[in-house]
């Protein structure tokens, strides 16, 4: 403890307080229950729609039938596919045994892929291998070089021949290069027409796949790919959503849209939320597996899920923190819904535009000072009330609205015995002492205060000694994580009467 410097005086600090003796059973299996009826009650805090009788519309399993909306809704369908089969025998009746036949699928109440939400793999509907208006193959000269007889011979240098037989291979070029109605008609291309037409196409072909390429690569950055657009009209067409307006900010993680809200099962959804929409593209979760791979509320799941479901858990953890906060009457979104990769919360300004980040609000020194105060507040409750560092705090995500600062962007919040959370929380510390100092607040105060004033640990270094005062923190940071290790495989924390994390040494120590 000495070795530390940290004080044991501070009745308030979860770090300061004594672990309560070991009790008799297994303290594993006490924890796991705790863990899973908290888990449990921050999950019934939400709708989501990932449960049965919340899913929109199209699920095929076994739908909760109390709501009348849904109830509605699954008659509708029930009408419509049977809709659809009439409309089916009609089309077949017809077109009968014409070649050309007439599609009625425009007409079709349900469209093919509504039906196809939870495929994994979707089928690509329109892959017909037998083209019926292909051209008839070029007629090819034998391998003995002429054809006919006599006078008639004609060789496969025929001038005609071979006119022919190129305008017929114009018929390989790509689909997307329109070649008229050559091919229907006799028309004779010379050898240097073709081959000049032939390498324009190819060029034109790579260039096109350069630009495809780039097409599809800017969507999935921008998180809307066709699954997410589903996901995104589903939510309108269930009425939870009235219309989706635009695009408020594209990051490295999420891509954070407005939206006029509709109503949930009932309740009335905010007049304006924001969808946020956390990224699919893979690269970028890698970076963030620290986060999620050492939280031992997610860890379990975090090694059994596929990268797609990892993306998933994000959300779920910004909801579940922000519920944390909620209970704790922090200022930050009100939780709508969760679905998938999708996280609906309430919208943070006014009229469609979003209140301005910390960063870029135009504040007085009066209503500078009064928010670092708030900031300050804010850090000492998330760490001592909701047991979470931010992890990733600066004035980007907080926002000025209502004279109060907001919080947002929890994804990655981490509870303080996280492997790297004080060293999370020392970052979050560094930047809002260093911006507040910079923005004249006179009362902000160092790193180091800053530090303690949120954990209520007094850890001192001489001359501010930075790589010192690292050095104490991750050796607190070690001394937990031995204590998890001794304490049994699961690695959540043995919390103290107020939730801390116990970094008291025990009687075995
Ligand atoms: P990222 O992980 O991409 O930084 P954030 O949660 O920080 O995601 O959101 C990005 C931006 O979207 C924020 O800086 C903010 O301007 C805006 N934003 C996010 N949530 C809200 C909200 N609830 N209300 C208003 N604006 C929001
Ligand atoms: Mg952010």
Redesign the pocket.
């Known amino acids: 403890m000495d070795q530390t410097g940290v004080s044991t005086e501070t009745p308030k600090s979860p770090w300061g307080s004594v672990a309560p003796a070991a009790p008799s059973c297994s303290l594993a299996d006490v924890m796991s229950e705790q863990l899973a009826r908290q888990l449990d009650e921050e999950n019934n805090a939400f709708p989501t729609l990932t449960d049965p009788g919340a899913d929109l519309l199209l699920s095929g399993e076994d739908p909760d039938t109390t709501s009348d909306l849904m109830l509605a809704q699954m008659l509708q369908m029930q009408y419509d596919r049977e809709f659809d089969t009439q409309l089916r025998l009609e089309e077949r009746k017809f077109n009968g045994d014409s070649k050309v036949s007439i599609s009625f699928e425009n007409y079709r109440m349900v469209h093919p892929y509504e039906d196809s939400d939870s495929s994994e793999d979707e089928v690509d509907w329109q892959d017909t291998r037998d083209d019926p208006y292909r051209a008839e193959k070029p007629q090819t000269t034998p391998r003995k070089g002429f054809t006919g007889k006599g006078k008639n011979i004609t060789t496969k240098h025929d001038e005609v021949m071979c006119g022919r037989k190129n305008t017929a291979r114009m018929d390989n070029f790509a689909p997307e290069v329109h070649v008229g109605d050559g091919l229907g008609m006799d028309l004779k291309l010379s050898n240097q027409v073709f081959n000049s037409l032939k390498r324009h196409c190819q060029s034109e072909q790579r260039r096109s796949a350069r630009l495809h390429d780039k097409k599809e690569h800017s969507t999935a950055e921008q998180a809307v790919d066709p699954r997410t657009r589903l996901l995104m009209y589903k939510m309108v067409n269930a009425g939870v959503l009235d219309n989706i307006n635009g695009c408020?900010?594209t990051?490295?993680?999420?891509?954070?849209f407005h939206a006029d809200g509709g109503s949930l099962e009932e309740q009335p959804v905010p007049d304006e939320v924001?969808l946020?929409v956390f990224k699919t593209t893979l690269n970028e979760f890698k970076n963030r597996d620290r986060y999620i791979k050492d939280d031992y509320r997610f860890k379990e799941r975090f090694s059994k899920l596929n990268p797609r479901k990892v993306i998933r858990l994000w959300a779920e953890k910004e909801m579940h923190n922000l519920s944390r906060m909620k209970k704790a009457e922090i200022p930050c979104?009100d939780v709508v819904l969760l679905k998938k990769h999708i996280l609906v919360?309430?919208?943070?300004?006014t009229d469609h535009v979003?209140?301005p980040?910390l960063k870029d609000a135009m504040l007085g020194s009066d209503d500078m000072r009064s928010a670092y105060c708030q900031v300050l507040h804010m850090m000492q409750q998330l760490y001592q009330q909701c047991n979470l560092v931010h992890a990733d705090l600066s004035e980007?995500?907080m926002?000025w609205h209502d004279s109060k600062v907001w919080l947002?962007?929890v994804?990655q919040s981490v509870e303080p015995t996280h492997p790297h959370g004080l060293e999370f929380l020392f970052r979050d510390c560094r930047n809002v002492s260093t911006f507040f100092q910079k923005r004249g607040v006179s009362e902000a105060m160092n790193v180091y205060d800053l530090f303690n004033a949120v954990t209520g640990l007094n850890i001192t270094v001489c001359e501010e000694d930075e790589a010192a005062f690292i050095a104490q923190i991750v050796a607190l940071e070690k001394r937990n994580e031995d204590h998890v290790q001794r304490r049994g495989k699961k690695t959540f924390p043995v919390a103290t009467d107020d939730g801390g994390p116990p970094l008291k040494p025990d009687a075995d120590d």
């Open positions: 408020i900010s990051g490295k993680e999420s891509v954070v924001v946020k979104p919360m309430s919208f943070i300004g979003p209140a980040k980007y995500n926002l947002i962007d994804s």
